[in-house]
């Protein structure tokens, strides 16, 4: 936390002034100063924040619902992230069973293209008995 402040800072939120004897503390985000009753900070995290040293920060309310908007806003797209590679892999899902059934599709048009060979074959070979035995 940076140091005490001597002059006296009025609240953002309730607008009573902030002296050097108020219990408050200081926005991390917009480094005002903020009596803890209106911050609703109960005494022991109040001490508790006054001797921590800068690693742990205290953000106010308005901070707080900003912040928190933006997180909001951060998993929102991560969200929508998360759905556009789902509908990637959805769509190379499908892709995939396209492929797959050209490939059935076209090793089934081998086979059908093979019987009708063999049709063929043994067409042309009833045909040459046929000739055979008309003579
Ligand atoms: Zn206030
Ligand atoms: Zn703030």
Request: a neutral charge; glycine letters at 2%; aromatic letters at 8%.
């Amino acid at each position: 936390m940076p140091p005490r402040k001597s002059n006296l800072n009025i609240c953002d939120e309730c607008k009573t002034d902030v002296g050097s004897e108020d219990k408050a503390l200081v926005c991390c985000v917009c480094e005002k100063w903020f009596p803890i009753n209106c911050q609703r900070v109960t005494l022991e995290d109040y001490k508790f924040l006054v001797k921590s040293d800068d690693s742990i920060q205290w953000y106010c309310k308005g901070c707080r619902g900003a912040s928190l908007k933006l997180f909001k806003m951060l998993t929102l797209v991560s969200k929508r992230q998360d759905q556009l590679e789902d509908e990637v892999k959805k769509l190379n899902n499908g892709m995939k069973e396209f492929n797959n059934k050209m490939d059935t599709q076209s090793s089934e048009f081998h086979d059908l293209m093979k019987d009708v060979s063999e049709i063929n074959k043994s067409t042309a070979l009833r045909v040459q008995t046929a000739h055979l035995f008309s003579f």
